[in-house]
């Protein structure tokens, strides 16, 4: 599992952010927390507990209380030392301008300043709803992600099995592709997975026989996704005879991703079998679950009132 971090310049490049230091480099600015910090009490003079690790944002109350009760040389003097903790940056929301000595603080530390037209909640809450995907734990696995009727489903399986050729059947068949061989997981909270592809492999499919096809030059942009929850996992394997398969489905069986569980389906693979079926019927059948009908409850029940019927 790698530690996710990301850039100061890529969080401005992603919030429109305006850097009100451009001679400092925001691409040698690391994030590795996803949280904000509004820096109130440090204004104060307090900096017990302070969060050096967060994003600082300074928004209409912080600028209200420097501007009442804060000199020039006061607020600079707050700014430095708030610089010197190494904070990621510091943002002003409503397009507040920091003064020149804030500003020349900033940079004595190499702290960005930015500022934003957001309200301070809008800007704050974007910005942790990006960082918590950018810096959520991450893990590559090898398999296939596809959008089923919405439905996030992780194809997985031995090398050969058939899981590339299935992603391209449901891509002929209407459903979207958001990777093929290698999925980035990404836990973003304790019940979410969030999949995508690789930069370099994104938007392409293996076929053996045939090599590499570019689906978004083939099928067009509405046949892929960046992103996708996962919500299902399919495992594809050969047939065994000698194995008893789930045939009713009554009890789930799950597995585990950065400590999250997920749905497991096991798909007993032989020739003939429409593997773009199959997966269509069980994304359908997981979002009718979660709905709360269950097919196989449904006739558990009407079996049990037959018997009581015959007793």
Not at 142 to 170: C, F, N, P, Q, R
Not at 243 to 248: F, G, I, N, T, V
Not at 259 to 265: L, S, T
Not at 282 to 288: I, L
């Amino acid at each position: 599992m790698s530690a996710a971090t990301t850039t100061v310049e890529k969080l401005a490049d992603r919030m429109g952010l305006t850097n009100l230091t451009p001679d400092i480099d925001l691409s040698e600015r690391i994030i590795s927390f996803y949280d904000v910090n509004r820096p109130a009490l440090q204004l104060t003079g307090f900096f017990e507990h302070f969060d050096v690790t967060r994003v600082q944002i300074v928004g209409n109350v912080e600028q209200q209380y420097i501007d009442s009760y804060l000199d020039d040389k006061m607020t600079a003097e707050r700014f430095e030392k708030i610089a010197a903790f190494n904070v990621p940056c510091v943002i002003f929301s409503r397009e507040y301008r920091p003064s020149e000595a804030v500003l020349d603080a900033c940079r004595k530390h190499g702290v960005p300043c930015l500022n934003s037209p957001k309200t301070t909640s809008d800007l704050s809450s974007e910005i942790i709803r990006w960082l918590k995907v950018q810096l959520a734990p991450c893990i590559s696995i090898h398999g296939v992600l596809v959008d089923v009727y919405g439905e996030g489903v992780l194809i997985t399986g031995d090398s050969g099995v058939g899981k590339s050729e299935s992603a391209l059947e449901l891509v002929k068949r209407g459903h979207r592709l958001v990777s093929d061989d290698v999925v980035e997981i990404r836990k973003v909270s304790d019940e979410t997975l969030i999949g995508s592809a690789p930069a370099v492999t994104k938007n392409f499919i293996e076929l053996r026989g045939i090599g590499i096809i570019n689906i978004r030059t083939l099928f067009g942009f509405e046949a892929i996704k960046d992103t996708q929850q996962i919500d299902m996992v399919i495992k594809l394997e050969d047939w065994n005879k000698d194995k008893e398969y789930d045939r009713l489905g009554l009890t789930e069986t799950y597995t585990e991703y950065l400590g999250n569980k997920v749905i497991c389906h096991e798909i007993p693979i032989r020739p003939g079998r429409n593997l773009a079926i199959i997966v269509e019927c069980a994304a359908v059948n997981n979002r009718a679950k979660k709905m709360g009908h269950n097919a196989a409850d449904e006739l558990f029940k009407r079996v049990n009132a037959n018997i009581g019927n015959v007793l």
